[in-house]
C-alpha cells in the first residue's frame, strides 16, 4: 500500500507516524510544500509549543471548541489528551503543566517536539520531500493521482491530506472539485481594534474579570481583559473572537461592544453599592481609592469620564455621575474598527465540513481513500493548546485507519 500524506505540519506528521506504526508493509511518502517541516510547531507558544491542556474530561474538553467539539468527543475517546502526554513523554520529550493548565514540553523548546516527530517518522520508513507543492489530487480506475506543481503525477493507494487551515476560499478548491463541501474559511483569534478609545493610554492595564458582549446579539464572554495600545486583547476578547468568528466576519469586523467590568453585579445591586460606598466612604476621594478590583489607572480613568473631577470626595458626588459611573462600570460602550492578529497564534474557522467525514476514521464519505486531519477541517480552538490536540487527535485516527483499513 503506497499513502501519501500531503502537509508537513502537526497532523500529517503524527498521521504518517501513525499509519506506519500500524502498517509496517505500508510506503509513506509526506509532501510539504515549503522548504521547511513542523513550522507552526516551532514557533508555537512563543518558541515553547504549548503542545496541549491538562484537561483530562472529554466532556470538559471538548467545550474549548468552537467549532468541531461535538465531533471531537467521538474522536477523543480514541486519542484525547492523556495519550497525547503519554505518547510524547514515552519518546523522550517530558512535559510539563503551567498555572492555567498550558503543557509545555520541561526544555521550554519547541525544538524537541519537532526533533521527537522528525525522528520518529524517519525511524519507521517516512519518506519525506520537502519544496514539493501539491496542486490537487484525482481519483481514476481506484487509484489516486497526486498533481505536483510541475505537471507531474505521483500515483498512491491511499491520500491524507493534512495541509492545515487557510483564509483563502480558493486554496480549498481541489476539495470542492472532488465534490466536497468546504465551510467557508474566516480568521479566528484576534484582538479588538478600538481607535481613539476614552481609555487610550492605558496600555498594559488588565483587568481580572469582566464580560465582553457584543452590540444587538447575545455574543458574550467573561475572563481577563487587556487593554493594548490598540485596542482591547486578553482571554476575554479572544474568546469571544473565536466564538464570534463568523459573525464578527460578517460585520466586516466594525461593531460595537459593551465591557462590563463588574460582571458579578446587576445594575441593581450595582446602584445599591454605589449609593454604600458614596455614605461609608464619603470623605475619601473618588479618582485615587479604587472600588471592584479595578487597576487604578482604569478607575482613576472611569471615574473621570463620569465627569468626577479629580479631588472629588464622595459625598460631593452628584447623583447625575453615580449614573454615569454605573453606565461605564456595567456596560462601557466601544467602536471595534478591524482587528489584529493575536501574537500571530491566528487559526482557520471553517474548512473541510466535517460531515464529509467519517469522524472515527477521518476517510471521506464521498472519496474512498481520501483522509483528512488537523486544521484543514471545520475544527479550531481557543488558545491553550487545544488546536494542536485536534492536530494530534485526528491525525492519530486518519494514520491508524488508513494502515488497518
Ligand atoms: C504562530 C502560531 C502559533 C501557534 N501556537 C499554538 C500553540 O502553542 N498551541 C496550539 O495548540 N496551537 C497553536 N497554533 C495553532 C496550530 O499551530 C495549528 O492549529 C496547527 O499547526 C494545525 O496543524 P496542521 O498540521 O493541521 O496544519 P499546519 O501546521 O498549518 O501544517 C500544514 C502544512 O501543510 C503544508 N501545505 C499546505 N498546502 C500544501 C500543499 N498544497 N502541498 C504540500 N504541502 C502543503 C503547509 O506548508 C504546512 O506545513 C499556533 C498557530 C500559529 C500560526
Known sequence: MKVIVIGGGAAGFFGAITCARYNYNAEIILLEKSDKLLSKVKVSGGGRCNITHACFDNNQLIKFYPRGGKELKTCFTYFSTNQTVDWFESRGVKLKTEADNRMFPVSDSSQSVVDCLIREARVLGVKIMTSFPVGGIERKNGQWYVKLRGGENMVCDKILVATGGSPSDDSYNWMRELGLEVVKPVPSLFTFNIPNSRLSGLQGVSVPHVEVRVEGTKLSHTGPLLITHWGFSGPAVLKLSAWAAREIHDMNYNFNIHINFVPEH??????????????????????????????????????????????VRWMEVPNKSINKLLEELLRGNYSVKGKTTFKEEF?????????????????????PGLYFAGEVLNIDAVTGGFNFQAAWTTGFLAGKSIAED
Open 266 to 311: 446587576t445594575e441593581e445591586s450595582l446602584r445599591e453599592k454605589l449609593h454604600e460606598i458614596k455614605m461609608e466612604h464619603s470623605k475619601k476621594i473618588v479618582s485615587s481609592n479604587p472600588f471592584f478590583e479595578i487597576p487604578k489607572r482604569l478607575w482613576e480613568r472611569l471615574t473621570n469620564i463620569a465627569g468626577i473631577e479629580e479631588e
Open 347 to 367: 487559526v482557520t474557522c471553517g474548512g473541510v465540513d466535517l460531515k464529509e467525514v467519517d469522524i472515527v476514521t477521518m476517510q471521506s464519505k464521498k472519496q
